[in-house]
């Protein structure tokens, strides 16, 4: 399995900001994904990051807004960017890894926005 | 990415055998069914994954007819632990990216 570390794990943040969340797999991977979940609803894909190349954004998000980096195959950053309270949620980031290239997930970043 | 329709929630006891149903009407032939459990303030984590006939594993198993419009996720004997959000994707079995459906909601009684 893959270990995966997410900083920070919660932080609340005045409207306007942006805020930084890092994500650190202890082996090489290939794709790292980005997904936010809402309180008690599923989980919505934000971005695949690849490696060496621009992360691939689904419908309704957009690169000024949430800013990736894949500088290596361990490690990645997502920016929540001009932060208002609609983006108050858990951010989490996954990998494909393993014999059935199931996702594993951090520990998510519990992000309130006032 | 084929969608997947699943129960919204589902209540049970312990000791008890669970079985959440999911259906795939458009799963493609080289699409693989993977089911994750989440628990509160936790991400997904993978419990199986089945192309047809039967799958098991410590945790579950997995139940997949000859049509493979429909899969069921098996939990023998539950405890309250078991209390999470179980959601059925469908895929390519590919490292590629994977849509989350609404998930069930399963609550155990004691």
């Known amino acids: 399995s893959a270990v995966i570390s997410q900083k920070p794990s919660r932080d609340i943040c005045q409207r306007g900001t942006s805020l930084t969340i890092q994500c650190q797999v202890d082996?090489?991977?290939?794709?790292m994904f980005w997904y936010r979940q809402q309180p008690g609803q599923s989980l919505t894909l934000i971005a695949t990051?690849?490696?060496?190349?621009?992360?691939?954004?689904e419908s309704g998000f957009v690169i000024d807004k949430f800013p990736i980096s894949r500088p290596n195959l361990t490690f990645s950053t997502l920016t929540v960017s001009n932060m208002s309270p609609e983006d108050s949620s858990i951010y989490l980031c996954?990998?494909?890894?393993?014999?059935?290239?199931?996702?594993?997930f951090g520990p998510g970043t519990r992000l309130t926005v006032l | 990415l084929a969608k997947t329709t699943q129960p919204i929630s589902m209540d049970s006891y312990e000791g008890q055998e669970v079985n959440i149903t999911c259906s795939h009407n458009?799963?493609?032939?080289?699409?693989?069914i993977t089911w994750y459990q989440q628990f509160p303030s936790q991400g997904p984590r993978f419990i199986i994954q089945?192309?047809?006939t039967k799958v098991t594993n410590e945790v579950a198993s997995l139940f997949i007819p000859a049509d493979r419009k429909s899969s069921t996720l098996s939990l023998p004997r539950v405890s309250l632990s078991d209390t999470a959000v179980y959601y059925c994707?469908?895929?390519?079995?590919?490292?590629?990216?994977?849509?989350f459906g609404s998930g069930t909601r399963l609550s155990i009684r004691p």
């Open positions: 996954s990998v494909s890894y393993g014999r059935y290239n199931e996702q594993f």
């Open positions: 082996s090489q991977v290939t794709m």
């Open positions: 990051a690849n490696q060496g190349s621009e992360a691939t954004y």
């Open positions: 458009n799963i493609a032939t080289n699409d693989y």
């Open positions: 089945g192309y047809k």
């Open positions: 994707l469908v895929g390519d079995g590919s490292a590629s990216k994977i849509i």
